[in-house]
């Protein structure tokens, strides 16, 4: 490993002779097998070296408790690093012991709402057959519930109607979430107590008793850019550079598609059909994939990628990360893309996201001409009552109604 990464003689011996020469190479390898480029295993090498000449691993045989690994760190690495470095360093350093076996975790004492979170899990997954994003997102709000209640609580037949509504008031009143938000709490948390009731954990009747605020349709503006937005969004991904190109075939499929951030992310390579021109859509809501015609401009730019940008891999997925360890695309990695490339903008796009793009989708589809029952086809919409969010009214055509004589009806 070390004849690959270095070419002077002497800085091959000194890694090879120094302490903990196992743990070190392991862990390159592990990172080399993930597609870790050389410069990368190089720095590296380097920082596993100075890691354990100032954690002095050499003569210690016990693991490491994390904070005595930073406390240890930044202390050496004060005059030489700024804070940044030095955080990067410190990750480093513990996933390097983690591998290796030489972290000491803390050991924490089960909570006593752990089964009561798998099992409702279990429920959500087996009795209900919702996907793993909801199942996540339902099992956090449960997780910060429960952990909230029992901090002065030890059973959860002690729940009473007004512990419920001051979990759901503290929401907004001490955490300052929106009121979109406190409403998908409530409703998920209505969901787990009325398994809790089901299971005897509590008392019955109090699912029932959960109010929340009330969200009425199109109480908010249309959260879409203007198109000409989206096109200078488009126009930052210019130039043949790996990410330029990965981020260009993203753009374009959540512009000209409509598509959810998490549709994107779950494209894999057998879902475009390159000899019929067509592109299968992995919807997310009603568990279904749906054809599309296959854009000329967007076949480009994912061929274009799939030549140039993307990375070697196992994966089936079409977007990797363009850094090692290469993986597919996690949770929020669009949402970051499209935020850091809005705001570089002059001036900025506001607001930005892949749902803002949909939203963007749905109104230059309007202005075509396109009738609601299209756009909502387009967006995979079943119902229109789903499509008329995305769909701002048109002022200049209001304007032309409200312009009408009414000299025959006064």
């Known amino acids: 490993m070390f004849d690959q990464l270095f070419t002077r003689g002497h800085a091959r011996e000194r890694h090879s002779n120094s302490p903990v020469l196992?743990?070190?190479?392991?862990?390159?390898?592990?990172?080399?097998?993930?597609?870790?480029?050389?410069?990368?295993?190089?720095?590296?090498?380097q920082n596993l070296l100075r890691i354990q000449g100032i954690l002095r691993l050499a003569t210690v045989r016990s693991a490491i408790p994390p904070d005595v690994v930073e406390r240890t760190l930044k202390r050496a690495l004060r005059s030489h690093m700024g804070p940044a470095r030095r955080?990067?360093?410190?990750?480093v350093a513990i996933h390097w012991l983690a591998f290796a076996n030489r972290l000491r975790l803390p050991k924490a004492a089960p909570a006593p709402c752990h089964k009561m979170k798998t099992d409702f899990i279990d429920f959500l997954r087996e009795e209900k057959g919702l996907s793993a994003t909801t199942i996540r997102s339902r099992a956090s709000v449960v997780e910060d519930f429960l952990r909230w209640f029992f901090r002065t609580r030890r059973s959860l037949h002690l729940l009473t109607i007004n512990d419920l509504d001051e979990a759901i008031a503290r929401k907004g009143r001490v955490e300052g979430c929106a009121r979109r938000?406190?409403?998908?709490?409530?409703?998920?948390?209505?969901?787990?107590?009325?398994?809790?009731?089901?299971?005897?954990?509590?008392?019955?009747?109090?699912?029932?008793?959960?109010?929340?605020?009330?969200?009425?349709?199109?109480?908010?503006?249309?959260?879409?850019?203007p198109w000409e937005d989206v096109q200078r969004l488009i126009r930052t991904t210019k130039g043949n550079q790996p990410l330029n190109v990965r981020d260009r075939a993203i753009l374009l499929l959540l512009a000209v598609y409509g598509l959810r951030s998490i549709e994107v992310r779950n494209l894999t390579l057998d879902d475009v059909d390159w000899q019929r021109n067509l592109l299968f859509v992995p919807r997310t809501k009603g568990r279904r994939t749906e054809p599309y015609p296959l854009s000329a401009t967007v076949g480009a730019a994912i061929a274009s990628y799939l030549k140039r940008g993307r990375p070697r891999s196992m994966h089936r997925e079409v977007f990797l990360t363009a850094t090692a360890p290469?993986?597919?695309?996690?949770?929020?990695?669009?949402?970051?893309?499209?935020?850091r490339?809005?705001?570089?903008?002059?001036?900025?796009?506001?607001?930005?996201?892949?749902?803002?793009?949909?939203h963007a989708c749905a109104a230059h589809l309007q202005a075509q001409g396109f009738s609601?029952?299209?756009?909502?086809?387009?967006?995979?919409?079943?119902?229109?009552?789903?499509t008329s969010i995305y769909v701002p009214a048109n002022i200049t055509a209001l304007r032309e109604v409200a312009n009408i004589s009414l000299a025959g009806l006064l």
């Open 181 to 225: 938000f406190i409403q998908k709490y409530a409703s998920d948390l209505r969901t787990f107590v009325r398994y809790a009731e089901s299971q005897g954990w509590c008392s019955l009747g109090l699912a029932a008793g959960i109010a929340s605020p009330r969200i009425y349709r199109g109480e908010r503006p249309p959260r879409g850019m």
């Open 87 to 91: 955080e990067h360093f410190c990750s």
């Open 341 to 358: 490339r809005a705001r570089s903008l002059d001036p900025p796009v506001s607001p930005h996201g892949a749902h803002a793009l949909r």
């Open 372 to 386: 609601l029952k299209a756009i909502g086809d387009h967006l995979g919409h079943r119902n229109l009552d789903s």
């Open 22 to 45: 196992k743990e070190r190479l392991d862990y390159l390898l592990h990172c080399a097998r993930q597609d870790y480029k050389l410069g990368t295993l190089r720095e590296l090498a």
């Open 326 to 339: 290469i993986r597919p695309l996690g949770d929020g990695t669009v949402r970051r893309m499209i935020a």
